[in-house]
């Protein structure tokens, strides 16, 4: 049989609720007791019951992670972020994968409804309305990370993407390209597509330079579609300078495009792209990018969430501050 919280509270000489506080650092108890109940747990190897814990406290200590692609190196990133704060705070990540279009983003829901989570990180897809009913069932609190709602209650977690698109395109031009192509996101999306291609809309028109529908070419984000994408650029507009993708799988797939057609980056070619993941450094030429601090976010929604776990009061939203990366890929042509 395993050892009970009661056969550790007896061999220590202690009440139940003593062993309690120690397992949860809640205080009240003298360092004497404490080390006494740490020694007991050990020789007996005593494990918590997560779901006996669960009915006196209501709590599983468990948060749900939602991806679209747990594959990715942003996911990567943020997950860093994520479980770092969450197991500082003694709780656990339960992490799913949504795929793309989020197919199964309700079928996961239902599974994490199931697990009893105390709350849900929610990223970079859109809340829709029946994610958000589903949620409103459950009763728990969700933060939504690289994305934002209009849904009450729904904190989020990210930075101002048409901002840094905008600062993104205004570094090209301060560098002395007019012809600027951009690599987008999936078109029509609400979240970080369309935001981004706004800045870089407004940022040639601050500048006097007319927007060209042949220098914008759509992906998805991942490094595939980037390469497809910069054929598309090399053949329609060859006159292209420099390319700005909007994040930096894309950007790494347009520089292995650049060279298989001969093209030296920055000689020949700028590309420069977004997010600074940990690939743009190993990249070579390492990547010029847009820094959103990937890990930075996945510890704040963190934290908002467990908060709003453990208070039982909402969080504010936030945006984080990006900034430009200079690296190598990038040439100055004023």
Do not use: W
Request: charged share 25%; glycine share 6%.
């Amino acid at each position: 049989m395993n050892p009970t919280i009661k056969d550790v509270a007896q061999k220590a000489n202690v009440s139940i609720a003593t062993v309690s506080r120690v397992l949860h650092n809640l205080g009240g108890y003298s360092d004497k007791t404490k080390q006494k109940v740490d020694q007991t747990i050990k020789e007996l190897k005593y494990q918590p019951n997560a779901i006996a814990r669960g009915l006196i406290n209501k709590r599983t200590q468990t948060i749900g992670v939602l991806f679209p692609d747990v594959s990715s190196s942003f996911s990567s990133d943020l997950l860093h972020g994520i479980d770092e704060f969450v197991h500082s705070r003694n709780y656990s990540v339960v992490v799913c994968n949504t795929d793309q279009d989020g197919k199964r983003t309700l079928r996961y829901l239902q599974l994490l409804r199931e697990k009893q989570v105390d709350g849900i990180l929610f990223s970079s897809e859109m809340l829709k309305k029946e994610y958000y009913d589903l949620l409103e069932d459950m009763r728990i609190p969700v933060v939504l990370i690289s994305s934002r709602s209009d849904f009450p209650n729904v904190p989020y977690v990210k930075v101002d993407d048409y901002q840094a698109a905008y600062d993104a395109v205004d570094y090209l031009i301060g560098k002395g390209h007019r012809n600027i192509a951009m690599i987008s996101g999936t078109k029509g999306d609400p979240i970080a597509g369309t935001p981004r291609v706004q800045g870089y809309r407004k940022a040639l028109e601050a500048h006097g330079i007319a927007f060209d529908s042949r220098y914008l070419v759509y992906g998805d984000f991942l490094y595939e579609s980037g390469s497809r994408a910069m054929e598309t650029i090399l053949r329609k507009v060859p006159e292209v300078t420099a390319v700005f993708a909007a994040s930096d799988e894309m950007a790494i797939g347009a520089l292995s495009t650049a060279a298989q057609h001969g093209l030296n980056v920055p000689e020949d070619i700028s590309i420069m792209g977004y997010d600074d993941l940990r690939l743009a450094r190993m990249v070579n030429p390492p990547l010029t990018t847009v820094r959103q601090p990937l890990h930075d976010i996945g510890m704040l929604a963190s934290e908002k969430l467990i908060d709003m776990i453990e208070s039982g009061e909402n969080a504010r939203s936030q945006i984080c501050a990006h900034s430009i990366v200079e690296r190598q890929t990038v040439r100055d042509i004023t």
